[in-house]
């Protein structure tokens, strides 16, 4: 399956509370918001790219990309925005980072599609045996499963994942690779290079 008929979607939907309730796609490091430095790592990995924010849509937009909000109501996390992604998508498949991990593989679209063996999805692990569940590939078609999921008060992705013939992949993750942001002070040590 090739990679140039997939949907990126960004999710940066969620209410940031270890942030503050500061969007955290829209903090900056080195005078460029969080969400920019995924945006330039995922674009070149899909045909289309998406945001999907539920604030702030005008300095989302910013950056050129559409800027879509939750279809489900409440601010239901990252799977809220994952169903909002499947709804809209014009392609069969779409690909889900979240907003606050600046740095994973450039070949993570390509290794998510070539590794799902026929699964309806595929997510990313690393080789220090840690999964990066919000790291996915869904088929367009899970979206009546996710909105029942929804429905039913599931909210964690890796247990929607659980549900599903979903398969992991693993990456040969380097330093940096799948590391969260989630505190200001992560983003303090991430901008002066001082991460453990």
């Not at 991990?101 to 699964?119: I, M, S, W």
Request: overall charge neutral; glycine content about 8%.
């Amino acid at each position: 399956m090739a990679t140039n008929g997939i949907t990126g979607v960004i999710l940066a939907g969620g209410l940031s509370t270890r942030m503050g309730g500061e969007d955290k796609g829209l903090l900056q490091i080195n005078h460029k918001p969080l969400y920019r430095y995924v945006a330039d790592r995922l674009a070149p990995q899909v045909a289309v790219l998406m945001i999907n924010a539920n604030r702030n849509e005008d300095a989302y937009q910013h950056g050129g990309f559409p800027v879509v909000a939750d279809t489900f109501p409440g601010f239901a996390g990252p799977l809220a925005g994952m169903l909002t992604g499947l709804r809209l998508a014009n392609s069969e498949w779409v690909a889900f980072v979240p907003c606050d991990v600046p740095v994973f593989p450039h070949d993570l679209v390509a290794r998510l599609c070539e590794n799902r063996q026929q699964a309806s999805a595929a997510f990313a692990s690393d080789d220090k045996g840690h999964d990066h569940p919000t790291f996915t590939l869904l088929h367009r078609a899970l979206a009546p499963a996710l909105e029942a999921f929804l429905r039913r008060g599931g909210r964690r992705v890796r247990l929607f994942l659980s549900t599903l013939p979903a398969q992991r992949v693993v990456f040969n993750a380097s330093r940096y690779d799948f590391m969260n942001l989630n505190t200001p002070q992560d983003l303090d040590l991430w901008s002066h290079g001082q991460l453990p």
